[in-house]
């Protein structure tokens, strides 16, 4: 059974930094292209970062652009993303998910999500 789950949440002041981790399990992960998504309160699920299979390509948010980097080492079957400078606005709930088709942005394209971690930034 397919099993993504996400750790290294928690509760920083603005201006720290995070390195989430999301570890697959059950699903060939090399054959999947990974995304970053968040939650905040009252709000929708939203894009923050992806990374095609072997890591050649990214994409970011652009609130996240310069701030934020995906990476993931396949050996590992591992999903990273290193928020530096982080914002009160990245308050949110962090997702892990695998790309089944179509549009990367997209909450509905992917196809195994994780439970999510908590990211809480402060002023």
């Known amino acids: 059974q397919a099993q993504l789950v996400e750790s290294g949440g928690g509760s920083v002041q603005a201006g720290d930094s995070l390195r989430l981790s999301c570890a697959a399990s059950?699903?060939?992960?090399?054959?999947?292209?990974m995304a970053w998504f968040r939650q905040a309160p009252g709000k929708e699920r939203e894009f923050v970062a992806y990374?095609?299979?072997?890591?050649?390509?990214?994409a970011y948010a652009d609130s996240v652009k310069g701030r934020f980097t995906i990476s993931r080492d396949n050996a590992k079957n591992t999903l990273y993303l290193q928020m530096n400078s982080l914002k009160p606005e990245d308050t949110a709930v962090y997702y892990c998910?695998?790309?089944?088709?179509?549009?990367?942005?997209?909450?509905?394209?992917?196809?195994?999500w994780g439970q999510g971690t908590q990211v809480t930034v402060s002023s």
């Open positions: 998910a695998s790309l089944n088709s179509g549009n990367l942005y997209y909450t509905g394209s992917y196809n195994y």
């Open positions: 990374i095609t299979t072997r890591g050649i390509s990214t």
């Open positions: 059950g699903l060939p992960f090399l054959r999947y292209a």
